[in-house]
T-cell receptor
Framework: DAKTTQPPSMDCAEGRAANLPCNHS???????VYWYRQIHSQGPQYIIH???NNETNEMASLIITEDRKSSTLILPHATLRDTAVYYC???????????????FGKGTKLSVKP | EADIYQTPRYLVIGTGKKITLECSQT?????MYWYQQDPGMELHLIHY???????EKGDLSSESTVSRIRTEHFPLTLESARPSHTSQYLC?????????????FGQGTRLTVV
């Protein structure tokens, strides 16, 4: 699976948009970009995923660059409850061997401040 | 809300004891995972399973063992606990398909070996 690079930490003011970047310059054509978050060492929670098109759901938007080498997770109106570690993961499409396993990096610690 | 449960949530146990961490899911997922996470560190995949009678080692070597006798149940066992096993253990499950799907995590078991 391709490796990802994320900033170790970011701050965001409550009510403002939080934009979390992720670099995955070695991504291949059959690899998805996934975002999860982990609050207070609870079990990680799925946020969103995409292949090459931008995606939006009730939690967030995912913007993937045209060359697929980087992406940005957008939380449109961050709240204090969005304070968490956010993980960007590249995951192979497929189900043989270790394909489909989620391999976590260090993530970005997002602190939403009042 | 995810239907995946881990017990116990917290466990303090003496060195040399045998322990089993329980993980059950009611979603009918074929694929299940165990992760280990030290405080402030990333999650490491230690075991996964494709279904009944299937178990595989993950990316991080672990002295623990797992079994999958029933689809819904994926217990993790340490035959002789040591202080180095002190960590949080997180269980997860997902569908097993070609197109990657969301993984659901339990709340974790915090293990302390004294």
């Amino acid at each position: 699976d391709a490796k990802t690079t994320q900033p170790p930490s970011m701050d965001c003011a409550e009510g403002r948009a939080a934009n979390l970047p992720c670099n995955h310059s070695t991504i291949s054509g059959n690899e998805y970009v996934y975002w999860y978050r982990q609050i207070h060492s609870q079990g990680p929670q799925y946020i969103i995923h995409g292949l090459k098109n931008n995606e939006t759901n009730e939690m967030a938007s995912l913007i993937i660059t045209e060359d697929r080498k980087s992406s940005t997770l957008i939380l449109p109106h961050a709240t204090l409850r969005d304070t968490a570690v956010y993980y960007c993961i590249v995951r192979v499409r497929g189900y043989g061997g270790s394909q489909g396993n989620l391999i976590f990096g260090k993530g970005t610690k997002l602190s939403v401040k009042p | 809300e995810a239907d995946i449960y881990q017990t116990p949530r917290y466990l303090v146990i003496g060195t040399g004891k045998k322990i089993t961490l329980e993980c059950s899911q009611t979603m009918g997922h074929d694929k299940m995972y165990w992760y280990q996470q030290d405080p402030g560190m990333e999650l490491h995949l230690i075991h996964y399973s494709y279904g009944v009678n299937s178990t595989e080692k993950g990316d991080l070597s672990s002295e623990s063992t797992v079994s999958r006798i029933r689809t819904e149940h994926f217990p993790l066992t340490l035959e002789s606990a040591r202080p180095s096993h002190t960590s949080q253990y997180l269980c997860a499950s997902s569908e097993w398909t070609v197109d990657v799907t969301e993984a659901f995590f339990g709340q974790g078991t915090r293990l302390t070996v004294v």
